[in-house]
Protein backbone atom coordinates (compact mmCIF):
# COMPACT_ATOMS: atom_id res chain seq x y z
CA UNK A 1 0.00 0.00 0.00
CA UNK A 2 1.04 3.32 -0.69
CA UNK A 3 1.36 5.63 2.24
CA UNK A 4 -2.26 7.28 2.62
CA UNK A 5 -3.61 4.22 2.07
CA UNK A 6 -1.63 2.44 4.91
CA UNK A 7 -2.64 5.62 7.29
CA UNK A 8 -6.45 5.03 6.68
CA UNK A 9 -6.76 1.32 6.85
CA UNK A 10 -5.05 1.53 10.00
CA UNK A 11 -7.24 3.92 11.16
CA UNK A 12 -4.50 6.88 11.59
CA UNK A 13 -6.99 9.83 9.53
CA UNK A 14 -9.43 12.21 11.07
CA UNK A 15 -9.29 14.90 9.26
CA UNK A 16 -6.85 16.20 6.72
CA UNK A 17 -6.11 20.14 5.93
CA UNK A 18 -6.30 19.70 1.90
CA UNK A 19 -7.50 17.09 -0.49
CA UNK A 20 -3.87 17.34 -2.05
CA UNK A 21 -2.08 15.95 0.78
CA UNK A 22 -3.25 12.19 -0.14
CA UNK A 23 -0.91 12.65 -3.40
CA UNK A 24 1.66 14.68 -1.31
CA UNK A 25 2.13 12.10 1.12
CA UNK A 26 1.83 9.20 -1.55
CA UNK A 27 4.65 10.72 -4.29
CA UNK A 28 6.87 13.63 -2.87
CA UNK A 29 9.04 13.82 0.86
CA UNK A 30 7.80 16.07 3.34
CA UNK A 31 9.08 17.29 6.36
CA UNK A 32 6.64 17.29 9.03
CA UNK A 33 6.55 17.97 12.76
CA UNK A 34 4.34 16.56 15.36
CA UNK A 35 4.98 18.01 19.06
CA UNK A 36 4.35 17.99 23.19
CA UNK A 37 3.88 20.10 25.84
CA UNK A 38 6.20 19.13 28.87
CA UNK A 39 3.54 18.63 31.88
CA UNK A 40 5.65 15.40 32.75
CA UNK A 41 9.39 14.65 32.08
CA UNK A 42 8.45 11.33 30.21
CA UNK A 43 6.23 10.72 27.84
CA UNK A 44 3.06 8.14 28.56
CA UNK A 45 1.34 5.76 26.63
CA UNK A 46 -1.06 8.04 25.23
CA UNK A 47 2.13 9.87 23.03
CA UNK A 48 3.18 6.97 21.80
CA UNK A 49 0.37 6.47 20.18
CA UNK A 50 0.86 9.93 18.28
CA UNK A 51 4.44 9.64 18.26
CA UNK A 52 4.37 6.54 16.38
CA UNK A 53 3.26 7.81 13.28
CA UNK A 54 6.85 9.50 13.42
CA UNK A 55 8.48 6.48 12.78
CA UNK A 56 5.62 5.43 10.33
CA UNK A 57 5.79 8.56 8.30
CA UNK A 58 9.71 8.07 8.25
CA UNK A 59 9.53 4.55 6.48
CA UNK A 60 7.89 5.66 3.76
CA UNK A 61 10.68 8.48 3.30
CA UNK A 62 9.16 11.54 4.85
CA UNK A 63 11.09 13.35 7.38
CA UNK A 64 10.15 13.98 11.21
CA UNK A 65 10.62 16.62 13.59
CA UNK A 66 9.64 16.36 17.27
CA UNK A 67 8.66 19.37 19.36
CA UNK A 68 8.75 19.78 22.83
CA UNK A 69 6.88 22.94 23.81
CA UNK A 70 9.00 24.44 26.32
CA UNK A 71 7.47 27.70 25.71
CA UNK A 72 3.77 26.79 24.91
CA UNK A 73 3.91 24.37 28.29
CA UNK A 74 4.44 27.90 30.07
CA UNK A 75 0.90 28.88 28.84
CA UNK A 76 -0.92 25.39 28.72
CA UNK A 77 -3.12 24.64 26.29
CA UNK A 78 -6.61 25.23 27.40
CA UNK A 79 -8.84 22.40 28.23
CA UNK A 80 -12.66 22.18 27.14
CA UNK A 81 -13.84 22.78 31.03
CA UNK A 82 -11.53 25.21 32.95
CA UNK A 83 -8.20 26.58 33.11
CA UNK A 84 -5.34 24.22 33.02
CA UNK A 85 -3.26 24.97 35.94
CA UNK A 86 0.32 26.27 35.50
CA UNK A 87 3.60 24.77 36.07
CA UNK A 88 6.64 26.56 37.56
CA UNK A 89 9.68 27.26 34.75
CA UNK A 90 12.28 25.54 36.42
CA UNK A 91 9.81 22.52 36.52
CA UNK A 92 9.20 23.12 32.43
CA UNK A 93 12.74 22.97 31.94
CA UNK A 94 12.94 20.00 33.91
CA UNK A 95 10.54 18.34 31.86
CA UNK A 96 11.85 19.61 28.72
CA UNK A 97 15.19 18.01 29.48
CA UNK A 98 13.80 14.31 30.20
CA UNK A 99 11.25 14.65 27.32
CA UNK A 100 14.20 15.90 24.59
CA UNK A 101 16.03 12.97 26.28
CA UNK A 102 13.90 10.21 26.07
CA UNK A 103 11.99 11.40 22.86
CA UNK A 104 15.64 10.82 20.88
CA UNK A 105 16.36 7.50 22.61
CA UNK A 106 13.02 5.95 21.86
CA UNK A 107 12.65 7.82 18.21
CA UNK A 108 15.65 9.31 16.95
CA UNK A 109 14.82 11.86 15.37
CA UNK A 110 15.47 15.87 15.63
CA UNK A 111 13.96 17.04 18.68
CA UNK A 112 13.18 20.98 19.18
CA UNK A 113 12.10 23.09 21.53
CA UNK A 114 9.74 26.00 20.93
CA UNK A 115 11.53 28.15 23.75
CA UNK A 116 14.50 28.88 21.79
CA UNK A 117 12.60 30.94 19.12
CA UNK A 118 9.89 32.58 21.39
CA UNK A 119 12.34 33.47 24.46
CA UNK A 120 13.27 36.39 23.54
CA UNK A 121 10.34 37.89 21.30
CA UNK A 122 9.14 40.91 22.67
CA UNK A 123 4.65 41.51 23.23
CA UNK A 124 4.75 44.35 20.56
CA UNK A 125 6.64 42.04 18.08
CA UNK A 126 4.08 39.28 19.18
CA UNK A 127 0.93 41.17 18.83
CA UNK A 128 2.87 43.02 15.41
CA UNK A 129 3.83 40.56 13.30
CA UNK A 130 1.60 37.32 14.44
CA UNK A 131 -1.69 38.80 16.76
CA UNK A 132 -2.60 41.04 13.58
CA UNK A 133 -2.59 38.26 11.05
CA UNK A 134 -5.62 36.29 12.90
CA UNK A 135 -9.13 37.47 13.42
CA UNK A 136 -10.84 37.25 17.03
CA UNK A 137 -14.18 36.38 15.14
CA UNK A 138 -12.07 33.24 13.68
CA UNK A 139 -10.57 32.04 16.90
CA UNK A 140 -13.76 32.27 19.06
CA UNK A 141 -15.18 29.87 16.17
CA UNK A 142 -12.78 27.25 17.68
CA UNK A 143 -14.37 24.23 19.19
CA UNK A 144 -11.81 24.65 22.53
CA UNK A 145 -12.33 28.76 23.07
CA UNK A 146 -15.98 28.54 22.28
CA UNK A 147 -16.93 26.10 24.76
CA UNK A 148 -14.94 27.71 27.48
CA UNK A 149 -16.62 31.18 26.98
CA UNK A 150 -19.50 30.58 28.79
CA UNK A 151 -17.44 29.83 31.81
CA UNK A 152 -14.79 32.16 30.79
CA UNK A 153 -11.79 31.79 29.44
CA UNK A 154 -8.32 33.76 29.99
CA UNK A 155 -6.25 35.88 27.45
CA UNK A 156 -3.16 33.78 28.62
CA UNK A 157 -5.42 30.23 27.21
CA UNK A 158 -6.83 32.27 23.99
CA UNK A 159 -3.65 33.14 22.65
CA UNK A 160 -2.14 29.64 22.76
CA UNK A 161 -3.35 28.93 19.22
CA UNK A 162 -1.35 32.00 17.84
CA UNK A 163 1.67 30.43 19.82
CA UNK A 164 1.12 27.10 18.10
CA UNK A 165 0.56 28.46 14.73
CA UNK A 166 3.79 30.54 15.52
CA UNK A 167 5.55 28.03 15.88
CA UNK A 168 4.26 26.34 12.57
CA UNK A 169 5.58 29.06 10.74
CA UNK A 170 8.70 29.03 12.38
CA UNK A 171 9.54 25.53 10.99
CA UNK A 172 8.50 26.10 7.59
CA UNK A 173 11.08 29.20 7.51
CA UNK A 174 13.88 27.90 9.38
CA UNK A 175 13.68 23.94 8.29
CA UNK A 176 11.20 23.56 5.66
CA UNK A 177 8.57 22.17 7.45
CA UNK A 178 5.19 22.06 5.67
CA UNK A 179 3.18 19.72 7.72
CA UNK A 180 2.09 19.50 10.99
CA UNK A 181 0.76 16.30 12.61
CA UNK A 182 -1.11 15.88 15.88
CA UNK A 183 -3.30 14.40 17.32
CA UNK A 184 -7.59 15.63 16.27
CA UNK A 185 -7.62 17.49 19.93
CA UNK A 186 -5.29 19.94 18.09
CA UNK A 187 -7.12 20.25 14.75
CA UNK A 188 -7.82 24.40 15.67
CA UNK A 189 -4.28 25.15 16.82
CA UNK A 190 -3.12 23.43 13.35
CA UNK A 191 -5.67 25.31 11.23
CA UNK A 192 -4.61 28.55 13.05
CA UNK A 193 -0.92 28.04 11.81
CA UNK A 194 -2.03 27.30 7.99
CA UNK A 195 -4.29 30.33 8.31
CA UNK A 196 -0.83 32.55 9.73
CA UNK A 197 1.32 30.66 7.11
CA UNK A 198 -1.82 32.03 4.32
CA UNK A 199 -1.66 35.18 5.54
CA UNK A 200 1.80 36.26 6.39
CA UNK A 201 4.14 34.31 4.22
CA UNK A 202 1.56 33.22 1.27
CA UNK A 203 2.43 29.91 1.31
CA UNK A 204 -0.04 26.63 2.20
CA UNK A 205 0.90 24.38 4.90
CA UNK A 206 -1.13 21.47 5.48
CA UNK A 207 -2.11 19.57 8.53
CA UNK A 208 -3.64 16.11 9.27
CA UNK A 209 -4.93 14.47 12.25
CA UNK A 210 -5.38 10.90 13.53
CA UNK A 211 -8.17 9.93 15.95
CA UNK A 212 -7.73 9.76 19.79
CA UNK A 213 -6.79 6.37 20.72
CA UNK A 214 -9.72 4.90 22.72
CA UNK A 215 -10.64 2.01 25.23
CA UNK A 216 -13.90 -0.42 25.29
CA UNK A 217 -15.64 2.48 27.50
CA UNK A 218 -14.42 5.65 25.59
CA UNK A 219 -11.56 6.45 27.66
CA UNK A 220 -8.10 7.94 26.66
CA UNK A 221 -6.10 4.60 25.64
CA UNK A 222 -3.10 4.52 28.40
CA UNK A 223 -4.67 6.06 31.53
CA UNK A 224 -5.89 4.04 34.43
CA UNK A 225 -8.14 5.60 36.85
CA UNK A 226 -6.55 8.41 36.26
CA UNK A 227 -2.58 7.75 35.80
CA UNK A 228 -0.67 7.55 32.83
CA UNK A 229 1.53 4.55 31.77
CA UNK A 230 4.87 6.06 31.50
CA UNK A 231 6.99 5.10 28.76
CA UNK A 232 9.78 5.41 31.00
CA UNK A 233 10.43 2.20 32.81
CA UNK A 234 11.69 3.36 35.80
CA UNK A 235 8.18 4.87 36.54
CA UNK A 236 6.32 2.07 34.81
CA UNK A 237 7.80 -1.43 34.86
CA UNK A 238 7.81 -3.39 31.51
CA UNK A 239 5.62 -5.53 33.60
CA UNK A 240 3.00 -3.10 34.17
CA UNK A 241 2.69 -2.03 30.46
CA UNK A 242 2.75 -5.83 29.88
CA UNK A 243 -0.16 -6.05 32.43
CA UNK A 244 -2.22 -3.41 30.46
CA UNK A 245 -1.94 -4.47 26.95
CA UNK A 246 -2.72 -8.36 28.18
CA UNK A 247 -6.17 -6.99 29.66
CA UNK A 248 -6.76 -5.21 26.17
CA UNK A 249 -10.57 -5.73 25.76
CA UNK A 250 -11.59 -8.19 22.45
CA UNK A 251 -13.52 -5.37 20.73
CA UNK A 252 -10.33 -2.95 20.67
CA UNK A 253 -7.12 -5.63 20.35
CA UNK A 254 -6.97 -5.50 16.62
CA UNK A 255 -7.75 -1.73 15.96
CA UNK A 256 -4.97 -1.24 18.60
CA UNK A 257 -2.90 -3.90 16.63
CA UNK A 258 -3.74 -1.75 13.01
CA UNK A 259 -2.90 1.58 15.05
CA UNK A 260 0.04 1.22 17.48
CA UNK A 261 2.10 -1.82 15.52
CA UNK A 262 3.98 -1.98 12.08
CA UNK A 263 2.85 -5.70 11.33
CA UNK A 264 1.44 -5.74 7.87
CA UNK A 265 -2.07 -5.79 6.41
CA UNK A 266 -1.54 -9.59 5.54
CA UNK A 267 0.10 -9.98 9.57
CA UNK A 268 -2.68 -8.60 11.25
CA UNK A 269 -5.83 -10.06 9.12
CA UNK A 270 -4.45 -13.52 10.42
CA UNK A 271 -3.87 -12.64 13.85
CA UNK A 272 -7.37 -11.15 13.92
CA UNK A 273 -9.17 -14.45 12.35
CA UNK A 274 -6.97 -16.67 15.01
CA UNK A 275 -7.96 -14.06 17.13
CA UNK A 276 -12.39 -15.05 16.24
CA UNK A 277 -11.72 -18.11 16.23
CA UNK A 278 -10.01 -18.28 19.98
CA UNK A 279 -10.18 -15.24 21.68
CA UNK A 280 -9.75 -16.83 25.14
CA UNK A 281 -5.50 -17.84 23.85
CA UNK A 282 -5.44 -13.83 24.20
CA UNK A 283 -3.22 -14.28 21.24
CA UNK A 284 -3.60 -11.11 19.88
CA UNK A 285 -3.34 -9.18 23.21
CA UNK A 286 -0.05 -11.41 23.66
CA UNK A 287 1.32 -10.03 20.17
CA UNK A 288 0.29 -6.21 21.01
CA UNK A 289 2.33 -6.18 24.37
CA UNK A 290 5.00 -7.87 22.63
CA UNK A 291 5.36 -5.00 19.81
CA UNK A 292 5.01 -2.38 21.78
CA UNK A 293 7.67 -2.96 24.83
CA UNK A 294 10.04 -4.24 21.99
CA UNK A 295 9.87 -1.33 20.41
CA UNK A 296 10.45 1.22 23.52
CA UNK A 297 12.27 -1.23 26.41
CA UNK A 298 13.44 -4.03 23.91
CA UNK A 299 12.74 -7.71 23.76
CA UNK A 300 14.54 -8.66 26.67
CA UNK A 301 12.07 -6.43 28.63
CA UNK A 302 9.22 -8.27 26.63
CA UNK A 303 10.99 -11.78 27.87
CA UNK A 304 11.15 -10.14 31.33
CA UNK A 305 7.82 -8.66 31.92
CA UNK A 306 6.33 -12.35 30.35
CA UNK A 307 8.46 -14.13 32.94
CA UNK A 308 6.99 -12.26 35.59
CA UNK A 309 3.60 -12.47 34.34
CA UNK A 310 3.94 -15.84 34.07
CA UNK A 311 5.81 -16.51 37.59
CA UNK A 312 2.71 -14.24 39.25
CA UNK A 313 0.35 -17.24 38.91
CA UNK A 314 2.83 -20.38 39.05
CA UNK A 315 5.37 -21.52 42.03
CA UNK A 316 8.18 -19.97 39.85
CA UNK A 317 7.56 -16.98 41.24
CA UNK A 318 10.22 -18.09 44.49
CA UNK A 319 12.88 -18.52 41.17
CA UNK A 320 12.14 -14.10 41.32
CA UNK A 321 14.38 -11.70 43.22
CA UNK A 322 12.99 -9.74 45.87
CA UNK A 323 14.81 -6.90 43.98
CA UNK A 324 12.49 -8.16 40.39
CA UNK A 325 9.12 -8.48 42.81
CA UNK A 326 9.30 -5.02 44.53
CA UNK A 327 10.55 -3.28 41.32
CA UNK A 328 7.88 -4.64 39.10
CA UNK A 329 4.48 -5.25 41.31
CA UNK A 330 5.33 -2.09 43.36
CA UNK A 331 1.36 -1.15 43.00
CA UNK A 332 0.10 -4.11 45.23
CA UNK A 333 -0.85 -2.96 48.22
CA UNK A 334 2.26 -3.42 50.55
CA UNK A 335 2.19 -5.16 54.39
CA UNK A 336 5.31 -4.13 56.55
CA UNK A 337 6.01 -7.24 58.67
CA UNK A 338 8.03 -7.05 61.74
CA UNK A 339 8.70 -9.78 63.36
CA UNK A 340 7.63 -13.73 62.71
CA UNK A 341 3.73 -14.04 63.08
CA UNK A 342 0.58 -16.49 62.63
CA UNK A 343 -0.57 -16.04 59.15
CA UNK A 344 -4.29 -15.33 60.34
CA UNK A 345 -2.49 -12.45 62.48
CA UNK A 346 -0.57 -10.91 59.37
CA UNK A 347 -4.02 -11.17 57.20
CA UNK A 348 -5.70 -9.30 60.23
CA UNK A 349 -2.99 -6.90 60.56
CA UNK A 350 -2.52 -6.01 56.98
CA UNK A 351 -6.22 -5.69 56.35
CA UNK A 352 -6.47 -8.27 54.00
CA UNK A 353 -9.17 -9.85 56.13
CA UNK A 354 -11.49 -7.84 58.68
CA UNK A 355 -11.03 -10.52 61.38
CA UNK A 356 -9.61 -13.32 62.47
CA UNK A 357 -12.61 -15.87 61.80
CA UNK A 358 -13.00 -14.30 58.36
CA UNK A 359 -9.04 -15.54 57.56
CA UNK A 360 -9.38 -19.11 59.35
CA UNK A 361 -12.28 -19.51 56.80
CA UNK A 362 -10.35 -18.01 54.01
CA UNK A 363 -7.37 -20.31 55.16
CA UNK A 364 -9.33 -23.59 55.55
CA UNK A 365 -11.35 -22.74 52.12
CA UNK A 366 -7.75 -23.06 50.59
CA UNK A 367 -8.03 -19.03 49.13
CA UNK A 368 -4.98 -18.15 50.70
CA UNK A 369 -1.47 -18.65 48.97
CA UNK A 370 2.22 -17.34 49.79
CA UNK A 371 4.56 -17.07 47.01
CA UNK A 372 1.92 -19.11 45.05
CA UNK A 373 2.16 -22.26 47.42
CA UNK A 374 -1.53 -23.11 49.18
CA UNK A 375 -1.53 -22.88 53.03
CA UNK A 376 -4.26 -24.58 55.10
CA UNK A 377 -2.90 -24.33 58.59
CA UNK A 378 -4.33 -21.41 60.28
CA UNK A 379 -1.46 -21.14 62.88
CA UNK A 380 0.92 -21.52 60.34
CA UNK A 381 3.89 -19.17 60.66
CA UNK A 382 5.02 -16.46 58.62
CA UNK A 383 8.58 -16.23 59.02
CA UNK A 384 11.32 -14.55 57.48
CA UNK A 385 13.61 -17.83 56.79
CA UNK A 386 11.00 -18.60 54.48
CA UNK A 387 10.52 -15.24 52.33
CA UNK A 388 12.00 -15.11 48.83
CA UNK A 389 15.60 -13.36 49.73
CA UNK A 390 14.31 -13.68 53.64
CA UNK A 391 12.86 -10.03 53.06
CA UNK A 392 9.56 -10.58 50.53
CA UNK A 393 5.93 -12.87 50.43
CA UNK A 394 4.02 -12.87 47.48
CA UNK A 395 0.19 -13.03 49.07
CA UNK A 396 -2.79 -14.54 46.98
CA UNK A 397 -6.24 -13.77 48.04
CA UNK A 398 -8.64 -16.00 46.39
CA UNK A 399 -8.10 -15.57 42.29
CA UNK A 400 -7.40 -12.02 41.64
CA UNK A 401 -6.71 -10.16 45.14
CA UNK A 402 -2.37 -9.67 45.68
CA UNK A 403 -0.17 -8.14 48.32
CA UNK A 404 3.32 -8.08 49.16
CA UNK A 405 4.02 -8.79 52.83
CA UNK A 406 7.94 -7.21 53.44
CA UNK A 407 10.29 -8.03 56.09
CA UNK A 408 11.51 -4.64 57.62
Keep these: MKCFEDLQWRGLIKDVSSPELEKKLNEEKLTFYIGTDPTADSMHIGHFSSFLIATRLAKYGHKPIL ?86 ITFCEFAYTILQGLDFVHLYKDKGVTLQVAGSDQWGNITTGIELARKKEDVELYGMTMPLVLDANGVKFGKTEGNALWLDKEKTSSYELYQY ?142 AIDKKVYVIKKGKKKYYLGIFE
Excluded at 114 to 143: A, E, H, P, Q
Aim: glycine letters at 6%; a negative charge; hydrophobic letters at 35%.
Design 245 to 386: LINTSDECVINYLKMLTFLTKEEIEKIAKEHQEKPELRKAQEILAKEIITFLHGEEEFNKAQMMSKALFTEEVNQLSSEDILNNFKDMEHINISEELPLEDLLVNGGICSSKREARELISGNAISLNNRKITDNKYLVKKEN
Design 67 to 152: LIGGATGLIGDPKPSNERQMITKEEVLKNVAGLTKQAKEIFGFEVVNNYDWTKDLSVLDFLRDYGKYINVNYMLDKDIINRRLESG
